[in-house]
């Protein structure tokens, strides 16, 4: 028993012994805690699950541990917690902060992940968790967030703050849930510098996730705006977007075929305002709606749209884009663009444009058909069946040169405007331009393209243009233009016919030629030209084979200087015009020629006129816009018949100008040596001058019958007019002669004043008289027609004897004509016949045609016989 008890003794000995060693051990572990947690945690971690760097904890209670601040860091993620206190089912986290740092890694360590799905060996049980404040920093990220995390169920989480989410996580997935409204997703889009203003946006973005498939579903309600200087475009989107993504096959999905998009555009009609009122009615539509209707399809090396739909409202418009694809690994974009609109106003419209972009290659073309059956009433142009078909392709280095090619071909059954009409009208315009890209393109350079060629072919059935009308018009050219705006243009100009008034034309065909520089007030440069017409007909002039040489300078819209030669038969004349300060002064010269050569011209004004010989020239100066015009012509030593009037050594120098609807002629010296017309007059002179903007001649005398004939002033016009002839010492001898009675001597002189008047271009004789100037004598000799009748009238035998030789004291004639040159004289004779004796009053009336007179006259004319023989 005393053994057993101090066995007890000893025991109870040992036991405080070893409680006493227990409690210094535990009062040791508890304070060194803090070095010891940390040296176990070190030795516990590897470097790839970071380092604990910090750790700070005590006993709270008997059931609860307090952390008051634990550290981790790795090479990207800093975590920090304070103030969590842990009683083994659920850990409460005062404030926590997570930092996320950029880290370089080099591409040669990066290591490639295979996807498996996804295997959670979750336990049941696990202590809840509970953050009340949770701070993210990150370089991502415009600015920290601040969040607060609670476990709702098992492995089921709540996040608030700038971000509300929901996180989910089972055996084989996660599954998230992010509401659209979050704060930090409004931060991001007012952050984000987009082209539209996000005026709202609701919805939620639910993801799930097994390890190889990421599947999300947006539900998204939202309103964007676009700001214009004309008006504000608002888009609403509300639908759904399902997306999925394959890791292992890395490709995926997007169908947006549940998110149409509604554009509203109120007030943006201003855009079209250039356009003709039925047009923008036509095309303009206040809502609009885009659809993708298919799948985006996309992997790691290519992204496919097989279409996207935009569609009017109003049911008009439609255009897609379809079959687009970009390929990463090639650096290769392809798709198709297509545009139709079919309306009244506008039948249809319909564009098609096909692009490949290979790196920095693009290959791109393109058609453009466009049918009007007619235009607007409010342009001033109007049309019938108006068509245009059109063609490109765009191909080159989008870094380096562009090269387009282009070809419009529009037809039109009519055009109308003001002076102008076209009916059946076709032309092709075709061009190669080449737009050089490189940076120093932009250096000196004035226009986009570095080098434009085109080509032009244009025909039109039949063609009103200011008041010409015609058939078969033909313009054809072609030209270039480079980068500093030096150009060339060739153009041909053919015209089957053409009517203006009385002038009509055929087979006219005209040439122009332009090189120099393209300015903004004009083109500068030289001109060269021609011209050929066949055909030129008035009523009173025809012109055939008329060619025209043109050359010059022109620079700028108001300055012009040309030359022009112009052939017709052997005239040749030469025009130089220029165009400065709005005035068109010119100078047209026809230089010394034989005159014979306006011979086809003149003879067309009067058909009877035969040139024969003498020289011509002329000038006429001026300014068009004034109507101002100064004229020199001289004619020398000319000689020409008029049917059978025989005119020679005709010389009349003559000056004179037309201002401001005046004519003026200076007085010019008339000359004629000699007019053979029947009668024959010699030395006529003249002055050629101008009166009330008519020509009139002037101081007219000419040599006749051994006497003269004068007159102060004859118009040379149409206009009915009265002129007093006078006519002194005409020789009567002469006279007699000249009326081829023989047997009949006629002796003496006479003088008078013949009024004549002319009316209608026909002249009359009224109230003429001759009367002698110094005595006269009669003698009658074997006149057959006085013979017969003294045989008649034996009776008067005596009477009839005294006029066989007749003294004349006095001798008068009363001479009248009538417009048909019917002339009627009525004479009185008193004299005396010396030899019987016997005075003498004899009065008679003698009527005789002065025309058929003179007509045998000019028949027994040697000398017009031989020129008229000659001429003709």
């Known amino acids: 028993m005393q053994v057993f008890n101090k066995y007890l003794i ?77 009683d083994g089912d659920h850990l409460q986290v005062g404030n926590m902060s997570v930092v996320h740092r950029a880290v370089q890694t080099a591409s040669d360590t990066e290591v490639a992940h295979t996807p498996a799905p996804l295997q959670f060996d979750l336990p049941e049980g696990m202590p809840t968790l509970q953050v009340e404040a949770l701070t993210v920093s990150s370089p991502l990220l415009p600015a920290p967030l601040n969040l607060s995390v609670t476990q709702r169920d098992d492995f089921a989480f709540i996040i608030n703050g700038d971000v509300k989410a929901d996180i989910d996580l089972y055996d084989t997935e996660l599954r998230t849930t992010l509401d659209l409204s979050s704060p930090v997703v409004q931060t991001l889009l007012r952050q984000a510098n987009l082209p539209v203003e996000v005026a709202a946006l609701t919805g939620v973005v639910e993801t799930r996730f097994d390890g190889l498939t990421v599947n999300a579903d947006i539900q998204l309600q939202s309103t964007l705006n676009y700001a214009l200087p004309q008006c504000q475009p608002e888009a609403q989107i509300n639908g759904v977007i399902a997306a999925q993504w394959d890791l292992s096959s890395q490709s995926g999905k997007v169908d947006l075929s549940q998110l149409p998009v509604d554009l509203s555009v109120p007030e943006c009609e201003s855009l079209l305002a250039k356009l003709p009122q039925s047009w923008q009615n036509s095309l303009w539509s206040a809502q609009w709606q885009v659809h993708i209707t298919e799948p985006v399809t996309l992997n790691a090396d290519k992204v496919s749209l097989p279409e996207l739909r935009v569609s009017a409202g109003n049911g008009a418009t439609l255009a897609t884009l379809s079959d687009l694809a970009y390929s990463l690994a090639g650096q290769q974009v392809r798709s198709k663009l297509m545009l139709s609109h079919q309306s009244d106003a506008l039948n249809l419209l319909e564009a098609q444009v096909d692009v490949l972009l290979e790196g920095s290659q693009l290959d791109s073309k393109g058609t453009v058909t466009l049918e009007v059956a007619q235009a607007p009433a409010e342009l001033a142009v109007n049309w019938q069946d108006v068509t245009l078909r059109s063609e490109f392709t765009l191909q080159g280095t989008v870094t380096e040169q562009l090269n387009l090619t282009f070809k419009m071909q529009p037809q039109a059954d009519s055009v109308t405007a003001e002076n102008l009409s076209l009916e059946a009208l076709s032309t092709t315009l075709s061009g190669q331009a080449a737009f050089d890209l490189t940076q120093q393109s932009t250096v000196a350079t004035k226009a986009p393209f570095k080098l434009l060629q085109w080509q032009l072919n244009s025909n039109v059935e039949r063609y009103l243009i200011s008041g010409v009308q015609g058939r078969n018009l033909s313009v054809t050219g072609h030209g270039d233009i480079n980068a500093l705006l030096a150009a060339t243009v060739h153009g041909d100009i053919r015209v089957g016919s053409f009517k203006r008034q009385e002038v009509r034309g055929k087979d006219l065909h005209q040439q122009l030629e332009f090189s120099g520089q393209l300015q903004s007030e004009g083109p500068v440069g030289k001109l060269a030209g021609s011209s050929v017409i066949e055909l030129l007909a008035h009523p009173q002039l025809v012109l055939r084979d008329v060619a025209m040489q043109s050359s010059g300078r022109i620079a700028g819209s108001e300055q012009l200087a040309l030359n022009h030669t112009l052939t017709l038969d052997n005239l040749e004349l030469q025009l130089t015009h220029r165009l400065e300060a709005g005035l068109m002064p010119f100078t047209l010269t026809l230089a010394d020629h034989g005159l014979g050569a306006v011979q086809s011209l003149a003879s067309q004004f009067v058909p009877k006129l035969k040139i024969e010989q003498g020289l011509i020239n002329a000038q006429v100066t001026g300014e068009l816009t004034r109507q101002t015009f100064d004229f020199e012509m001289n004619v020398d030593d000319a000689a020409f018949l008029y049917e059978h009037h025989y005119v020679s050594e005709l010389d009349l120098p003559m000056r004179g100008k037309w201002h401001a609807g005046e004519l003026v002629i200076e007085p010019a010296p008339l000359s004629i040596t000699e007019v053979r017309s029947g009668a024959v007059l010699t030395d006529v002179q003249g002055q050629i001058t101008s009166d009330s903007n008519l020509p009139v001649l002037r101081q007219f005398r000419a040599n006749v019958f051994g006497g003269q004939l004068a007159a102060e002033q004859i118009l040379l016009s149409k206009q009915d007019q009265e002129i007093l002839v006078t006519a002194s010492d005409l020789d009567l001898m002469l006279i007699s002669e000249a009326g081829r009675e023989s047997g009949v001597e006629l002796h003496g002189r006479v003088s008078g004043r013949l009024p004549v008047f002319i009316r209608n271009g026909q002249a009359e004789i009224r109230d003429g008289y001759l009367s002698n100037v110094v005595d006269s004598m009669l003698k009658v000799e074997d006149n057959a027609s006085f013979n017969a009748l003294k045989s008649q009238r034996p009776e008067l035998q005596t009477v009839f004897g005294v006029l066989d030789e007749l003294s004349i004291e006095t001798l008068s004639a009363d001479v009248n004509m009538a417009q048909d040159g019917q002339l009627e004289l009525a004479v009185k004779i008193a004299g005396e016949n010396k030899q019987q004796k016997q005075p003498v009053n004899f009065n008679y009336t003698h009527s005789e045609n002065i025309y058929t007179l003179f007509r045998a006259l000019r028949l027994s004319d040697e000398i017009t016989q031989e020129v008229e023989k000659a001429l003709n």
């Open 10 to 86: 000893a025991m109870r000995r040992f036991f405080l012994i070893l409680l006493f060693a227990l409690f210094t051990i535990g009062i040791t572990v508890y304070y060194f805690r803090v070095p010891l947690t940390l040296t176990i945690g070190k030795q516990i971690l590897t470097e790839e699950q970071g380092l604990l760097e910090c750790l700070d904890w005590s006993v709270d209670s008997w059931d609860r541990l307090a952390i008051e601040r634990l550290c981790w860091r790795s090479d990207a993620i800093a975590v920090e917690l304070t103030n969590a206190t842990f």
